[in-house]
Each structure stands twice: as C-alpha cells, then as structure tokens.
C-alpha cells in the first residue's frame, strides 16, 4: 500500500475541493493518505485577498468590477474558516510520502507565492534527495479558461523536477470529459477547475471526477514504485 500526502494551498475553496477529491480517489484505490494545506502567509500585508477588504465599489476599476473584487475578502474569510481543521503541512509530510498530489490556485501563470516559499523551506529534500522518485500529480484553478491553468500546471513542474520528482498527468483515455467544448477545466497536464472571474463557481463534477482520478493514478505509480523497489533505493 502507497502512502499519498495531498499538499494544497486554497484562498477561496475551489483547490480545497479539488484536493479533497484527489485524497478520496487515492483512498479508493487503498493508499493511506494525508490532506494537508500550506499555510497562509502570516502578516496580512503579505496576503493578496486582503487588498480587497476595504476596496468601494465606486472606486472599484473596470476590470476590477468584472471580477467583482469588492466583497470578495468574505469569501476569502469564509474559506479560511472552513479549511481550519486540515493540519498544516510539513517536510515530514513530504518525506513520509511515497507520491504527492499539488494543488494552488493560478497566479499569473504559475503557482502562488505561498506554495513557492512552501518549496523553498523544503531545500533539505533537495539537497538530500527527499523527494527523488517520488511521483507528483498537479491540481490549480483559474479564473476562466483562459487565465493560465495549464501555463500554471507546466511551469509548477520546473520546481519539481530539481527535487526530482516523476511527473503524472491526466491521459485522454482515461479522462473524456475534458474532450469537450463546455467551459471546463481539466487537461493532459493535471487537473484543474473554473473557479469564474468573481469566484463564484464551485467545481463541476467532471472536474472533481478528474481531480479523484489523479489522485488514483498518482496513488498507483507509487504503489507500483514501491514495490518495485525503486522507491527505496
């Protein structure tokens, strides 16, 4: 039996569904597993939702009303609160796994800066090789289809890769739903959802059927690594 650690960081619940959905598909297939989340940063200065606490809808930008950023912090708030009783993740987390599912939010592109410093404070494994082996599959979200989900799920593999980890992905065989033109997430890449420009959408099914399937498909490489041996080397 695998063991799978589901490491996520969630501002607004979207990637915490999501990785909720990895750690069942992982559980379903017999791992033992831990969902963990990567905590936020500690000074509020440092955390993005919180420019929008006191934002007035009447000074509120174009663009910033199409993404409705006034009154987005309750829902920030809301999230937070709902997250409070996953344990925080560790290094010790990440040694004790045999596979590691992701899971972030889109920014610009790439992961946050929460789950980058999170990488960073883990250069031991780096350097002792902590990590080498070990496959890794990658959930993030977005705020429409076209705000880089996929750029995100590709350029987060670069940090991985120097911690070398094995790469698992979201084949077409196994996964229909995302041969589709509805406006859903998911790719060959990873798993992904549509959170909607105001946040306001929660997963679709076919999105967390996928998510769950990662986490199978990640929990069974492990297992299988495992076995093998190769893991133990």
């Known amino acids: 039996m695998s063991r799978i650690a589901v490491i996520y960081y969630s501002a607004y619940g979207h990637v915490y569904e999501m990785a909720k959905a990895a750690a069942d598909g992982a559980e379903q297939f017999g791992s033992e597993v831990r969902l963990r989340r990567i905590p936020e940063m500690e000074a509020e200065s440092n955390r ?23 009154g987005r912090f309750e829902k ?13 993740a560790t290094n010790a987390d990440l040694r004790w796994a045999d596979g590691i599912v992701w899971g972030f939010p889109t920014y610009y592109g790439f992961m946050p800066s929460q789950v ?17 082996g ?28 120097h911690f070398g980890m ?36 929660t997963p679709d099914e076919r999105e967390l ?6 986490g199978r498909r ?11 041996g190769f893991l133990n080397k």
């Open 209 to 214: 059927v996928m998510a769950g399937r990662l």
């Open 48 to 70: 993005t939702p919180f420019q929008d606490k006191f934002k007035k809808r009447e000074s509120e930008s174009k663009l910033g009303h199409h993404f409705q950023t006034v």
């Open 116 to 132: 980058k410093l999170f990488l960073e404070f883990a250069s031991d494994l780096c350097a002792d090789g902590g990590l080498e």
């Open 76 to 88: 920030y708030e809301r999230s937070l609160a709902q997250q409070e009783e996953v344990p925080i």
């Open 166 to 201: 094995i790469m698992v992905g979201l084949p077409y065989s196994e996964n229909p739903e995302y041969l589709t033109a509805d406006g859903i997430g998911c790719s060959p890449y990873g798993a992904s959802t549509v959170a909607g420009p105001d946040s306001s959408r």
């Open 134 to 161: 070990k496959p890794a599959g990658l959930i993030t979200s977005s705020g429409s289809i076209h705000t880089g989900q996929e750029a995100a799920i590709l350029t987060s593999m670069v940090p991985l890769f």
């Open 218 to 228: 990640v929990a069974a490489v492990a297992s299988a690594l495992a076995t093998s």
